[in-house]
C-alpha cells in the first residue's frame, strides 16, 4: 500500500533560517506528490504538488522537486518567517485517476519560527 | 466562492449519542470528501462521493458512521452511538473532475466525553 514519512517535529527555526522538511513515500505506482499546509484553527492549504519525476513544486518561496530515484519530495525554504508557522503535511494519490483516489498524509510536521 | 464549509466548528456530545456535521463543497466541485484527523496525525480518507454517488468507504467507517449527500451538493457525515475514540477533527474537501488538488474546509472538531 501507499505511504508517506516525514521528520518528526517541531522544527524550530529563527527567523531568515534555511528550512528544510524531509518527505519519503512508498507507492505502488506513479503518485502525485502534494505538501499541504494548516495554520492554526484552519484546515489544508495545498501550498505546491509535482505530478511526475523531476518536476518541481513552488510557492510563496517553498519549493519540493519529485526525486523518483530516492522517493523523496522534501520541502525547502530558503528564508522563512515567523508567518510561517504551521504544521506542514506531505501527501501523495495514485496517478491512476488523481481526482478519485484518496490522499494518503504523512503525520504532519510541526514549524516554529521565531523573531 | 466562499470556499469548503463545514459546521458546526465545534461540537461535545456524551458518549452514546447521535451527531451530525455538514459539509458544504464548492459549488461547482463534483467531488467530496471526507477525512479525519486525530491530535499529532495527518488526516485519514473516510469517504468519497462523485455527485450523489457515494464510490469508496473506507474501513475506518464502521457501521456507526453513515455519510449522505442527496441532491449532489452538501453533504452528512452521521456518527451513531459515539465513542471516546470518535474524538477527532472531521475534514471535509471537494474538488472538481480534474482532481486537481483539493479544497478543504476548516473542519468540525469532535469531543465525547
Known amino acids: 500500500g501507499n505511504s508517506v514519512t516525514q521528520m518528526e517535529g517541531p522544527v524550530t527555526l529563527s527567523e531568515e533560517a534555511f528550512l528544510t522538511i524531509n518527505c519519503t513515500y512508498t507507492?505502488?505506482?506513479?503518485?502525485?506528490l502534494f505538501w499541504y499546509v494548516q495554520y492554526p484553527g484552519e484546515g489544508l492549504q495545498l501550498l505546491l504538488k509535482?505530478?511526475?519525476?523531476?518536476d518541481k513544486g513552488s510557492n510563496k518561496g517553498f519549493e519540493a522537486t519529485y526525486r523518483k530515484e530516492t522517493t523523496s519530495f522534501h520541502l525547502e525554504k530558503g528564508s522563512v518567517q515567523v508567518s510561517d508557522s504551521a504544521v506542514y503535511f506531505c501527501?501523495?494519490?495514485?496517478?491512476?485517476?488523481?481526482?478519485?483516489?484518496?490522499?494518503?498524509f504523512g503525520s504532519g510536521t510541526r514549524l516554529q519560527v521565531q523573531p | 466562492d466562499t470556499g469548503v464549509s463545514q459546521d458546526p466548528r465545534h461540537k461535545i456530545t456524551k458518549r452514546g449519542q447521535n451527531v451530525t456535521f455538514r459539509c458544504d463543497p464548492i459549488?461547482?466541485?463534483?467531488?467530496l470528501y471526507w477525512y479525519r484527523q486525530t491530535l499529532g496525525q495527518g488526516p485519514e480518507f473516510l469517504t468519497y462521493?462523485?455527485?450523489?454517488?457515494?464510490?469508496?468507504k473506507s474501513r475506518l467507517l464502521s457501521d456507526r458512521f453513515s455519510a449522505e449527500r442527496p441532491k449532489g451538493s452538501f453533504s452528512t457525515l452521521e456518527i451513531q452511538r459515539t465513542e471516546q475514540g470518535d474524538s477527532a477533527m472531521y475534514l471535509c474537501?471537494?474538488?472538481?473532475?480534474?482532481?486537481?488538488?483539493?479544497?478543504f474546509g476548516s473542519g468540525t472538531r469532535l469531543t465525547v466525553v
Open positions: 507507492a505502488t505506482g506513479y503518485p502525485s
Open positions: 501527501a501523495l494519490s495514485d496517478r491512476e485517476d488523481m481526482g478519485r483516489r484518496a490522499l494518503t
Open positions: 474537501a471537494s474538488s472538481s473532475l480534474l482532481g486537481d488538488g483539493y479544497t
Open positions: 462521493f462523485q455527485n450523489e454517488a457515494q464510490l469508496e
Open positions: 459549488s461547482e466541485h463534483n467531488r
Open positions: 509535482a505530478t511526475k519525476a523531476d
